[in-house]
């Protein structure tokens, strides 16, 4: 299961009132985390190539936004506020569209170049 998949099934169930184990969440939120730290340190070691720098700012804010949303659901079940699921959902949403972005924006840049040099993909 993906990180926003993950956020938007635990928060959907807090807002239904149901019930998220601890013991269940809290080590799934720690893994999401560390995902995204991973993508984080990936990305910072193999940046875009000049010019597209504004594409490695979006995708580290969408991996920021990932990781807010974790902590307010962990927030949300470590002191039972169901409340917080709206908040999560608008994150994970934010951070889900950037990335959507990031890769429209990764595949027009692709066509462009294929265009410039002649070659297809």
């Known amino acids: 299961m993906t990180i926003d998949e993950f956020l938007y099934r635990s928060a ?6 149901d019930y998220l184990l601890p013991e269940v969440v809290l080590p799934a939120i720690d893994d999401g985390r560390d995902s995204l730290e991973e993508l984080g340190e990936k ?3 193999n940046p875009s190539p000049p010019g597209l720098e504004g594409l490695d ?3 580290m804010e969408a991996y ?9 659901l962990e927030l949300a ?3 039972d506020i169901p409340e ?3 908040e999560i959902l608008s994150r994970t949403q934010d ?4 990335l959507r972005e990031v890769r429209r924006q990764a595949e027009s840049h692709n066509s462009a170049l294929q265009e410039e040099t002649g ?3």
């Open 12 to 17: 959907d169930a807090l807002r239904n009132g």
């Open 43 to 45: 990305l910072e070691n």
């Open 57 to 59: 700012d979006a995708m």
């Open 64 to 72: 920021n936004l990932f990781a807010e949303a974790l902590d307010l």
């Open 77 to 79: 079940v470590e002191e």
């Open 84 to 86: 917080l699921s709206a």
């Open 95 to 98: 951070a889900r569209e950037m």
């Open 119 to 121: 070659m297809r993909g």
